[in-house]
């Protein structure tokens, strides 16, 4: 799937996402700044979470539960320093948990990804809109 959009149309965006039924794994790529984390945000709404989300930036994770009392798992390993500081969190019972997981800066742990994975590729274009490719 590829998709260019703004990102008043985020909301659209994110309800084509999970229509494409992808992989519990989803690994997000893109610059700093590019609207991973606000995508992922419309996503846990999309999938019918309900509380406030954040980006787990110094938490490393956050977990959120849907209207359907399932868990979402949210991973930012920007700041993670060694594949080793994600097997310590216990990062395979998460990714191997059913559940869905969103990681940002998963090329930083790049020997725990599941096989079974999806990937989203998000980059800025000049006009200030988003070019968004579901692999």
């Known amino acids: 799937?590829?998709?260019?959009?703004?990102?008043?149309q985020l909301e659209?965006?994110?309800?084509?996402?999970?229509?494409?039924?992808?992989?519990?794994?989803i690994l997000f790529?893109?610059?700093m700044g590019v609207g991973k984390t606000t995508l992922i945000k419309q996503l846990c709404k999309t999938v019918g979470v309900t509380d406030a989300t954040?980006?787990?930036?110094?938490?490393?994770?956050?977990e959120y539960q849907t209207i359907k009392n399932q868990t979402v798992y949210h991973f930012d390993f920007y700041r993670?320093?060694?594949?080793?500081?994600?097997?310590?969190?216990?990062?395979?019972?998460?990714l191997y948990s059913g559940n869905l997981c969103f990681i940002e800066w998963a090329e930083k742990i790049p020997n725990l990804i599941p096989e079974a994975h999806s990937v989203i590729t998000i980059e800025l274009l000049a006009d200030g809109k988003r070019s968004l490719e579901l692999s």
């Open 12 to 25: 659209e965006v994110a309800q084509k996402i999970i229509a494409e039924k992808p992989n519990k794994v």
């Open 54 to 62: 954040s980006s787990p930036t110094f938490s490393l994770v956050n």
């Open 80 to 94: 993670l320093n060694s594949e080793t500081e994600a097997m310590d969190m216990g990062i395979d019972d998460y």
């Open 1 to 8: 799937m590829n998709v260019t959009f703004s990102l008043d």
């Open 29 to 31: 790529h893109g610059e």
